[in-house]
């Protein structure tokens, strides 16, 4: 069983950059595929990204392409989300989750079996 930790959140200003990273403990974390959500008060949990176990494939939703970058260092048991060019809109708790059942990264938070406790991100216009 893997226990997540978030952290990289904070305050910043539109067009600014932050990297989150997740950190992973008590399981095997290259045998994991991962993702980063989001929410906001009142909305559901949103796919942000995903990466397969090794590193190679990852998947965006469209509102970050281009601008959020996700990566994975197995060795160091750590994911990590790098978001240039912030928008106030990208304003959520981000949070990580993993999945152990297979290699696919899906966009819906019901796959996903471990979850961390999040981090929030502020974006101000």
């Known amino acids: 069983q893997v226990q997540l930790v978030e952290s990289g959140g904070g305050l910043v200003q539109a067009g600014a950059s932050l990297r989150l990273s997740c950190a992973a403990s008590g399981g095997i974390f290259s045998s994991y595929a991962m993702s980063w959500f989001r929410q906001t008060p009142g909305k559901e949990r949103e796919f942000v990204a995903g990466?397969?176990?090794?590193?190679?494939?990852?998947v965006y939703v469209d509102s970050v392409k281009g601008r959020f970058t996700i990566s994975r260092d197995n060795a160091k048991n750590t994911m990590y989300l790098q978001m240039n060019s912030l928008k106030p809109e990208d304003t959520a708790v981000y949070y990580c989750?993993?999945?152990?059942?297979?290699?696919?990264?899906?966009?819906?938070?019901?796959?996903?079996?471990?979850w961390g406790q999040g981090t929030r991100v502020t974006v101000s216009s």
């Open positions: 990466i397969r176990r090794s590193g190679v494939i990852s």
């Open positions: 989750a993993a999945r152990g059942d297979n290699d696919y990264v899906s966009r819906q938070p019901y796959n996903y079996n471990y």
